[in-house]
Nanobody, 134 residues
Framework: QPRLVASGGGSVQAGGSLRLSCVVS????????LAWFRQVPGKEREGVAT????????YYGDSLKDRFTISQGSAKNFVSLQMNNLSPDDSGMYYC???????????????????????????WSQGTQVTVSS
Protein backbone atom coordinates (compact mmCIF):
# COMPACT_ATOMS: atom_id res chain seq x y z
CA GLN A 1 0.00 0.00 0.00
CA PRO A 2 1.15 3.62 -0.41
CA ARG A 3 3.35 4.99 2.34
CA LEU A 4 2.81 8.61 3.35
CA VAL A 5 5.32 10.70 5.26
CA ALA A 6 4.27 14.13 6.54
CA SER A 7 6.61 16.85 7.71
CA GLY A 8 6.78 20.56 8.45
CA GLY A 9 4.90 20.93 11.69
CA GLY A 10 6.19 23.18 14.42
CA SER A 11 5.42 25.99 16.81
CA VAL A 12 4.52 29.49 15.69
CA GLN A 13 2.89 32.54 17.12
CA ALA A 14 -0.57 33.64 16.09
CA GLY A 15 -0.48 35.31 12.72
CA GLY A 16 2.46 33.24 11.57
CA SER A 17 2.72 30.70 8.77
CA LEU A 18 3.74 27.09 8.33
CA ARG A 19 4.07 24.84 5.32
CA LEU A 20 3.40 21.14 5.64
CA SER A 21 4.67 18.62 3.13
CA CYS A 22 3.77 15.04 2.37
CA VAL A 23 5.51 12.51 0.16
CA VAL A 24 3.74 9.36 -0.98
CA SER A 25 5.79 6.31 -1.87
CA UNK A 26 4.58 3.50 -4.07
CA UNK A 27 1.31 2.33 -5.60
CA UNK A 28 0.34 5.53 -7.48
CA UNK A 29 -2.69 3.77 -8.99
CA UNK A 30 -4.17 3.34 -5.50
CA UNK A 31 -5.02 7.01 -5.03
CA UNK A 32 -6.22 10.02 -6.97
CA UNK A 33 -6.87 12.44 -4.13
CA LEU A 34 -4.42 13.67 -1.49
CA ALA A 35 -5.69 15.47 1.57
CA TRP A 36 -4.82 17.02 4.88
CA PHE A 37 -6.76 16.33 8.05
CA ARG A 38 -6.24 17.60 11.57
CA GLN A 39 -7.20 16.45 15.00
CA VAL A 40 -7.13 17.79 18.52
CA PRO A 41 -7.58 15.63 21.61
CA GLY A 42 -11.20 14.87 22.32
CA LYS A 43 -12.41 15.84 18.87
CA GLU A 44 -12.92 13.99 15.63
CA ARG A 45 -10.40 14.23 12.85
CA GLU A 46 -11.57 16.94 10.46
CA GLY A 47 -10.82 17.53 6.83
CA VAL A 48 -8.67 20.55 6.06
CA ALA A 49 -8.13 20.40 2.31
CA THR A 50 -7.93 17.92 -0.54
CA UNK A 51 -6.63 17.97 -4.10
CA UNK A 52 -7.25 15.78 -7.12
CA UNK A 53 -3.91 14.45 -8.30
CA UNK A 54 -4.98 14.70 -11.94
CA UNK A 55 -5.28 18.46 -11.93
CA UNK A 56 -6.02 21.57 -9.88
CA UNK A 57 -9.37 20.64 -8.36
CA UNK A 58 -9.33 21.40 -4.64
CA TYR A 59 -11.73 21.51 -1.75
CA TYR A 60 -11.36 23.00 1.71
CA GLY A 61 -12.90 22.58 5.11
CA ASP A 62 -15.19 25.29 6.38
CA SER A 63 -13.64 28.77 6.59
CA LEU A 64 -10.14 27.57 5.71
CA LYS A 65 -9.84 28.48 2.07
CA ASP A 66 -8.92 32.09 2.79
CA ARG A 67 -5.88 31.11 4.84
CA PHE A 68 -4.85 27.65 3.67
CA THR A 69 -3.65 26.54 0.26
CA ILE A 70 -3.18 22.94 -0.81
CA SER A 71 -0.99 22.31 -3.80
CA GLN A 72 0.66 19.47 -5.62
CA GLY A 73 4.22 19.26 -6.74
CA SER A 74 5.27 18.47 -10.27
CA ALA A 75 5.10 14.84 -9.27
CA LYS A 76 1.80 13.25 -8.38
CA ASN A 77 3.19 11.89 -5.13
CA PHE A 78 3.87 15.20 -3.36
CA VAL A 79 1.40 17.54 -1.69
CA SER A 80 1.87 20.58 0.49
CA LEU A 81 -0.32 22.73 2.69
CA GLN A 82 0.54 26.39 3.09
CA MET A 83 -1.06 27.78 6.23
CA ASN A 84 -1.12 31.53 6.77
CA ASN A 85 -2.42 33.80 9.50
CA LEU A 86 -2.53 30.91 11.93
CA SER A 87 -4.53 31.09 15.13
CA PRO A 88 -4.44 28.95 18.27
CA ASP A 89 -7.57 27.20 16.96
CA ASP A 90 -5.43 25.76 14.18
CA SER A 91 -3.29 23.85 16.67
CA GLY A 92 -3.46 20.10 16.42
CA MET A 93 -1.98 17.03 14.84
CA TYR A 94 -2.02 17.19 11.07
CA TYR A 95 -2.18 14.12 8.88
CA CYS A 96 -1.71 13.57 5.19
CA UNK A 97 -4.05 11.04 3.60
CA UNK A 98 -4.68 9.39 0.23
CA UNK A 99 -7.86 8.06 -1.31
CA UNK A 100 -9.16 6.71 -4.55
CA UNK A 101 -12.54 8.01 -5.64
CA UNK A 102 -14.15 6.33 -8.59
CA UNK A 103 -16.17 8.13 -11.19
CA UNK A 104 -15.44 10.39 -14.15
CA UNK A 105 -12.23 12.18 -14.90
CA UNK A 106 -12.15 15.05 -14.14
CA UNK A 107 -14.16 14.35 -11.00
CA UNK A 108 -17.75 15.43 -10.60
CA UNK A 109 -18.13 18.62 -8.53
CA UNK A 110 -19.55 16.94 -5.45
CA UNK A 111 -18.04 19.34 -2.94
CA UNK A 112 -15.94 19.22 0.20
CA UNK A 113 -18.47 17.10 2.10
CA UNK A 114 -17.91 14.30 -0.39
CA UNK A 115 -14.21 14.55 -1.10
CA UNK A 116 -13.18 15.31 2.50
CA UNK A 117 -15.02 12.38 4.08
CA UNK A 118 -12.60 10.91 6.54
CA UNK A 119 -13.85 7.37 5.95
CA UNK A 120 -12.99 7.56 2.26
CA UNK A 121 -9.27 7.83 2.99
CA UNK A 122 -7.56 4.53 3.53
CA UNK A 123 -3.92 5.58 3.64
CA TRP A 124 -2.53 7.86 6.30
CA SER A 125 0.72 9.43 7.31
CA GLN A 126 2.02 9.76 10.78
CA GLY A 127 0.94 13.02 12.38
CA THR A 128 2.90 16.23 12.41
CA GLN A 129 2.17 18.58 15.29
CA VAL A 130 1.21 22.21 14.73
CA THR A 131 1.15 24.46 17.77
CA VAL A 132 0.05 28.08 17.54
CA SER A 133 0.52 30.28 20.57
CA SER A 134 -1.35 33.47 21.24
Amino acid sequence: QPRLVASGGGSVQAGGSLRLSCVVSGYPDNYNWLAWFRQVPGKEREGVATIWTGGSITYYGDSLKDRFTISQGSAKNFVSLQMNNLSPDDSGMYYCAAAHFGGPSPPAPLGAEWYLRRGAYGYWSQGTQVTVSS
